[in-house]
């Protein structure tokens, strides 16, 4: 925690914090003097607000959304670093209508507003993205390098379009929010409860220096800020195969059920790093004029392993069912698996059939297939961002400028190696609660006797790169009326995209199961245990090939060799690989009224205009195959378009007096589709594992960009120091939604599911939040350092679209209900919260066209995700003035994540989700 003692320039950093306006689309900031611009806490306070605990901090960004015209919620300065969240986007979360996930290094990933991820992020102002994406990988921030976090859910005519779901909108320290010489850092080290003994202390280092001087020339400020953090992990997870007819099954000794055709489990671990680094140049010749250069970095280095044992139930002697009580009607086809071509009066040729299936509660199954895949990835990505501008006032007149430029790199390089053998049984049940677990008597995955070479080799090599140019201006005239100020200006950006992949290889030598691992030549400790998985003979380990060896070039070199290809790197695969360049044009027009209604009663708010047109050429490339020869020949396929549009807005905040006001706003806003969904080009690849489709994917240059019509209303009411509550309805009507659906293809004679993304058509979106805070100072001493939040959303959504498959259903990855509530306690040198975040269930992909079996009553076949629930704490202690030590823990009840095959007694998936503690130190001088 920043002590209440701590030096003033410091304190008053956060002062302006909450004065400033989160950047807007024209100005990465604003003239000191001038009066804040319109798209933040439009007429926020000029004076110093003292940022000292968590209290005030949270004072502070409800002040945010107390004086906003729009629907903004904010995290405010230290209110982030006294969170027990590691990253921007575990600490997201916290956000009334923000939904996140639990990513597969167990970070906190994926923030969606209010249901949904189409959102625009940027930092201090700017369009900020990873890779080739249009949207910012908000764990690769770490929490220390930011003053503070706005999430707009309303838009206006001078942010930059992007985001159907709103926005997110970074900030940065600035030099001149310090007035002297500023130290501070921090250090904290983490235990990962899954990463296990060996790996305790993950540390995590940051470090802040600046200073302030009066010259001749006016004033000059200097920041640099640094972090570092590293973590060892593992996230293990266990889930059920397709769902099969067990009239296929081996020997048929269990008729007319569906169950698993098999089990797998798999634990990704590794490491990864996040080194950052920012600075801020600031020049002040007088008090009407800023003169800036500011710049970030944020790197990611990982080193990822996976290990992943799979039983293929099905192909063993026996098998062996439970039979359950649920029967139902399902169509299946010859193989046992779904069949959507049923045979019927209107169909005499399908080959499917309507069986009445019971649920097989658990099963055994002997001298089955097994093997593992050892997977070994080595990822980078590193960001780099640069912009330079000023802010300058004449009287009434102020101009802002700003020039950009970011390059965002992405590097992943996979190598994967499957060995195996056969294992005499494997036992399968259910418990009370639907969750996978399995039994191999004996473990013989830990005995390497036996092993040999199954299904291919796969290699997944891939380069993406962003780069983009921006240039903003924007004039604003102040005439202090019933036109409190008009606002104009203008946005140019230039972005490029490239990506190029190498995604295949070979199957094993000889076929599966043919060559022994023994025979291979491999170094003689090639084999390693694994980490064990929970759900998997209680966690014992089982044998892998080391993935540390898979990082090696030369023992690349020997499998290639092995697997009888070239031993050197492939390259890439041009019917993967894409080039883009989009330029964007924008122009803007909003005015900002206010008047008295009564004497009482006073009213402003935003009318405006963005206008933004799109021009994109994107060059991928595809596959033409000659029917005689069987041969193919890669083909360049390019497309142009453009797209135009007016994005108005409106807005209204009543201020009825004594703390009570309400607000209205309108704004229709749009997402572009990201490149890799714009790509003209086709690839595919063959599986050599039976129970895995052939599959591909294309992108579709005719997509066209997301548009909502937009509607907030609020009413909310502020009382006492620092408490509040409100209440936000909200409306959008989206048309042009993208989603990603599979169709079978035959392509040279063999079926392939390919995944192409497709304009959804029409969905709407609606709800409620509502959120609080408030401290009881009318406790007697002691206990009136205690302090209550919370904030509950519910959002309703449906697909609208006629015909759609989807139609009448839920939009994907939107939960009905999610909230937050914690207590807080702030006195005597003690600042400390604890928080549960609770999410329902929701569904978050389309499976129609997997192999999986569902009943004939399910039309469409979805993945769903479980409710579940994080109860998170922090607690921090002045030890001195200048020193405050601190110790956290997330996740503490050890929560998983459940996923399900449409509805939750189709169990397919879980995820053992890490807990963390962490004891950390902070100071300031």
Same mark, same amino acid.
């Not at 607690?875 to 001195?880: E, G, H, I, K, R």
């Given at each position: 925690?920043?002590?209440?003692?701590?030096?003033?320039?410091?304190?008053?950093?956060?002062?302006?914090?909450?004065?400033?306006?989160?950047?807007?689309?024209?100005?990465?900031?604003?003239?000191?003097?001038?009066?804040?611009?319109?798209?933040?806490?439009?007429?926020?306070?000029?004076?110093?607000?003292?940022?000292?605990?968590?209290?005030?901090?949270?004072?502070?960004?409800?002040?945010?959304?107390?004086?906003?015209?729009?629907?903004?919620?904010?995290?405010?300065?230290?209110?982030?670093?006294?969170?027990?969240?590691?990253?921007?986007?575990?600490?997201?979360?916290?956000?009334?209508?923000?939904?996140?996930?639990?990513?597969?290094?167990?970070?906190?990933?994926?923030?969606?507003?209010?249901?949904?991820?189409?959102?625009?992020?940027?930092?201090?102002?700017?369009?900020?993205?990873?890779?080739?994406?249009?949207?910012?990988?908000?764990?690769?921030?770490?929490?220390?390098?930011?003053?503070?976090?706005?999430?707009?859910?309303?838009?206006?005519?001078?942010?930059?379009?992007?985001?159907?779901?709103?926005?997110?909108?970074?900030?940065?320290?600035?030099?001149?929010?310090?007035?002297?010489?500023?130290?501070?850092?921090?250090?904290?080290?983490?235990?990962?409860?899954?990463?296990?003994?060996?790996?305790?202390?993950?540390?995590?280092?940051?470090?802040?220096?600046?200073?302030?001087?009066?010259?001749?020339?006016?004033?000059?400020?200097?920041?640099?800020?640094?972090?570092?953090?590293?973590?060892?992990?593992?996230?293990?997870?266990?889930?059920?195969?397709?769902?099969?007819?067990?009239?296929?099954?081996?020997?048929?000794?269990?008729?007319?059920?569906?169950?698993?055709?098999?089990?797998?489990?798999?634990?990704?671990?590794?490491?990864?790093?996040?080194?950052?680094?920012?600075?801020?140049?600031?020049?002040?010749?007088?008090?009407?004029?800023?003169?800036?250069?500011?710049?970030?970095?944020?790197?990611?280095?990982?080193?990822?392993?996976?290990?992943?044992?799979?039983?293929?139930?099905?192909?063993?002697?026996?098998?062996?069912?439970?039979?359950?009580?649920?029967?139902?009607?399902?169509?299946?086809?010859?193989?046992?698996?779904?069949?959507?071509?049923?045979?019927?009066?209107?169909?005499?040729?399908?080959?499917?059939?309507?069986?009445?299936?019971?649920?097989?509660?658990?099963?055994?199954?002997?001298?089955?297939?097994?093997?593992?895949?050892?997977?070994?990835?080595?990822?980078?990505?590193?960001?780099?961002?640069?912009?330079?501008?000023?802010?300058?006032?004449?009287?009434?007149?102020?101009?802002?400028?700003?020039?950009?430029?970011?390059?965002?790199?992405?590097?992943?390089?996979?190598?994967?190696?499957?060995?195996?053998?056969?294992?005499?049984?494997?036992?399968?049940?259910?418990?009370?609660?639907?969750?996978?677990?399995?039994?191999?008597?004996?473990?013989?995955?830990?005995?390497?006797?036996?092993?040999?070479?199954?299904?291919?080799?796969?290699?997944?090599?891939?380069?993406?790169?962003?780069?983009?140019?921006?240039?903003?201006?924007?004039?604003?005239?102040?005439?202090?009326?019933?036109?409190?100020?008009?606002?104009?200006?203008?946005?140019?950006?230039?972005?490029?995209?490239?990506?190029?992949?190498?995604?295949?290889?070979? +199957? %094993?030598? !000889?076929?599966?199961? @043919?060559?022994?691992?023994?025979?291979?030549?491999?170094?003689?400790? $090639? =084999?390693?245990? #694994?980490?064990?998985?929970?759900?998997?003979?209680?966690?014992?380990?089982?044998?892998?090939?080391?993935?540390?060896?898979?990082?090696?070039?030369?023992?690349?070199?020997?499998?290639?060799?092995?697997?009888?290809?070239?031993?050197?790197?492939?390259?890439?695969?041009?019917?993967?690989?894409?080039?883009?360049?989009?330029?964007?044009?924008?122009?803007?027009?909003?005015?900002?009224?206010?008047?008295?209604?009564?004497?009482?009663?006073?009213?402003?708010?935003?009318?405006?205009?963005?206008?933004?047109?799109?021009?994109?050429?994107?060059?991928?490339?595809?596959?033409?195959?000659? +029917? %005689?020869? !069987?041969?193919?020949? @890669?083909?360049?396929?390019?497309?142009?378009?453009?797209?135009?549009? $007016? =994005?108005?807005? #409106?807005?209204?905040?009543?201020?009825?007096?004594?703390?009570?006001?309400?607000?209205?706003?309108?704004?229709?806003?749009?997402?572009?589709?990201?490149?890799?969904?714009?790509?003209?080009?086709?690839?595919?690849?063959?599986?050599?594992?039976?129970?895995?489709?052939?599959?591909?994917?294309?992108?579709?240059?005719?997509?066209?960009?997301?548009?909502?019509?937009?509607?907030?209303?609020?009413?909310?009411?502020?009382?006492?120091?620092?408490?509040?509550?409100?209440?936000?309805?909200?409306?959008?009507?989206?048309?042009?939604?993208?989603?990603?659906?599979?169709?079978?293809?035959?392509?040279?004679?063999?079926?392939?599911?390919?995944?192409?993304?497709?304009?959804?058509?029409?969905?709407?979106?609606?709800?409620?939040?509502?959120?609080?805070?408030?401290?009881?100072?009318?406790?007697?001493?002691?206990?009136?350092?205690?302090?209550?939040?919370?904030?509950?959303?519910?959002?309703?959504?449906?697909?609208?679209?006629?015909?759609?498959?989807?139609?009448?259903?839920?939009?994907?990855?939107?939960?009905?209900?999610?909230?937050?509530?914690?207590?807080?306690?702030?006195?005597?040198?003690?600042?400390?919260?604890?928080?549960?975040?609770?999410?329902?269930?929701?569904?978050?992909?389309?499976?129609?066209?997997?192999?999986?079996?569902?009943?004939?009553?399910?039309?469409?076949?979805?993945?769903?995700?479980?409710?579940?629930?994080?109860?998170?704490?922090?607690?921090?202690?002045?030890?001195?003035?200048?020193?405050?030590?601190?110790?956290?823990?997330?996740?503490?009840?050890?929560?998983?994540?459940?996923?399900?095959?449409?509805?939750?007694?189709?169990?397919?998936?879980?995820?053992?989700?890490?807990?963390?503690?962490?004891?950390?130190?902070?100071?300031?001088?």
């Amino acid at each position: 925690m920043l002590n209440r003692c701590a030096s003033a320039a410091l304190l008053t950093m956060a002062g302006h914090i909450v004065g400033m306006p989160p950047a807007s689309a024209q100005a990465a900031d604003a003239p000191e003097v001038a009066p804040p611009a319109p798209a933040a806490a439009d007429s926020a306070s000029e004076q110093e607000i003292v940022v000292t605990g968590i209290r005030q901090s949270l004072q502070a960004a409800a002040d945010i959304k107390r004086t906003a015209v729009n629907v903004v919620d904010s995290i405010v300065a230290e209110d982030i670093g006294k969170l027990p969240d590691l990253t921007t986007a575990s600490a997201l979360q916290r956000i009334p209508g923000v939904q996140v996930v639990v990513g597969g290094n167990n970070e906190i990933v994926g923030a969606r507003i209010r249901g949904l991820e189409d959102i625009i992020s940027t930092l201090n102002g700017r369009e900020i993205f990873t890779g080739v994406g249009r949207g910012f990988s908000f764990q690769d921030l770490p929490a220390e390098a930011l003053a503070g976090v706005d999430v707009y859910k309303s838009n206006s005519a001078d942010r930059i379009e992007g985001g159907v779901g709103g926005g997110v909108n970074l900030r940065l320290r600035r030099a001149l929010d310090f007035k002297e010489l500023t130290l501070s850092g921090s250090g904290r080290v983490t235990y990962l409860q899954e990463a296990g003994s060996d790996n305790t202390f993950n540390p995590a280092v940051s470090g802040l220096v600046a200073n302030r001087w009066n010259t001749g020339i006016g004033d000059i400020a200097a920041m640099v800020g640094i972090s570092y953090q590293r973590n060892e992990y593992a996230r293990p997870v266990a889930w059920n195969d397709w769902t099969r007819s067990t009239n296929v099954a081996p020997g048929r000794t269990s008729p007319n059920l569906h169950s698993p055709t098999g089990f797998a489990a798999g634990v990704e671990h590794g490491h990864y790093e996040r080194p950052q680094g920012n600075f801020s140049l600031e020049w002040a010749p007088d008090k009407t004029s800023k003169i800036y250069l500011e710049g970030l970095y944020a790197g990611f280095r990982g080193n990822v392993y996976q290990a992943r044992p799979t039983f293929r139930a099905f192909t063993g002697t026996s098998f062996v069912a439970e039979a359950g009580d649920t029967c139902e009607d399902f169509a299946v086809g010859p193989d046992g698996y779904f069949s959507s071509n049923v045979r019927s009066e209107s169909n005499p040729r399908g080959t499917g059939t309507i069986q009445r299936l019971c649920n097989a509660t658990g099963y055994t199954a002997r001298n089955i297939e097994y093997y593992t895949a050892s997977v070994a990835n080595k990822a980078k990505t590193d960001i780099f961002v640069i912009a330079t501008g000023f802010n300058k006032q004449y009287g009434a007149l102020s101009w802002n400028t700003d020039i950009s430029y970011e390059s965002s790199t992405n590097r992943n390089d996979s190598f994967r190696v499957d060995i195996g053998k056969r294992i005499p049984e494997l036992i399968q049940v259910r418990d009370d609660n639907h969750v996978v677990k399995a039994t191999m008597p004996g473990n013989p995955m830990n005995d390497p006797a036996g092993l040999a070479f199954t299904n291919g080799m796969t290699e997944d090599i891939n380069r993406s790169k962003g780069t983009m140019w921006a240039v903003m201006s924007d004039l604003r005239y102040d005439f202090g009326g019933f036109i409190d100020y008009i606002q104009a200006g203008v946005r140019v950006a230039r972005r490029k995209a490239g990506f190029e992949q190498y995604l295949g290889g070979p +199957p %094993a030598p !000889g076929g599966s199961f @043919v060559t022994p691992l023994a025979t291979a030549g491999l170094p003689s400790n $090639i =084999l390693v245990e #694994a980490p064990g998985v929970p759900q998997m003979n209680d966690g014992a380990g089982y044998l892998q090939i080391d993935p540390e060896y898979l990082m090696q070039e030369d023992i690349k070199r020997q499998l290639r060799t092995l697997y009888r290809i070239s031993p050197d790197r492939p390259a890439f695969d041009p019917t993967r690989d894409y080039d883009a360049q989009e330029k964007n044009y924008a122009g803007f027009v909003q005015a900002r009224y206010a008047f008295a209604l009564t004497d009482g009663i006073e009213v402003d708010g935003l009318v405006g205009a963005r206008l933004t047109r799109t021009d994109r050429t994107i060059a991928g490339a595809g596959r033409v195959t000659d +029917p %005689a020869t !069987g041969t193919f020949t @890669v083909v360049a396929v390019n497309r142009s378009t453009s797209d135009t549009d $007016i =994005l108005p807005n #409106a807005s209204a905040r009543v201020n009825f007096g004594g703390g009570l006001q309400s607000r209205l706003n309108y704004s229709k806003t749009l997402s572009r589709p990201s490149f890799s969904q714009l790509n003209p080009g086709l690839s595919y690849v063959v599986s050599y594992v039976n129970t895995i489709q052939n599959s591909g994917s294309g992108g579709n240059p005719d997509l066209r960009p997301q548009k909502a019509d937009s509607f907030d209303a609020s009413l909310e009411y502020y009382f006492g120091r620092s408490n509040y509550v409100s209440a936000v309805a909200f409306y959008r009507d989206i048309t042009d939604r993208v989603v990603t659906g599979t169709e079978v293809r035959t392509i040279d004679g063999l079926q392939y599911v390919i995944s192409t993304p497709r304009n959804l058509g029409s969905a709407t979106i609606k709800g409620l939040e509502l959120s609080g805070q408030i401290f009881f100072d009318f406790l007697p001493e002691g206990l009136d350092g205690l302090g209550a939040l919370g904030n509950f959303t519910i959002v309703d959504s449906e697909v609208t679209t006629p015909d759609d498959r989807l139609q009448g259903l839920s939009l994907l990855g939107v939960s009905k209900y999610n909230y937050n509530i914690g207590l807080i306690y702030e006195k005597y040198g003690i600042s400390a919260r604890v928080i549960y975040t609770y999410r329902s269930r929701y569904f978050d992909g389309d499976i129609t066209n997997g192999l999986s079996l569902r009943p004939v009553s399910l039309p469409v076949g979805l993945n769903g995700i479980r409710a579940a629930g994080r109860l998170d704490f922090g607690v921090n202690y002045d030890l001195t003035p200048d020193i405050t030590l601190s110790f956290a823990g997330t996740n503490i009840t050890g929560q998983r994540t459940i996923n399900f095959e449409t509805r939750p007694d189709f169990p397919r998936e879980v995820r053992n989700d890490d807990t963390t503690y962490s004891l950390g130190v902070r100071f300031s001088f």
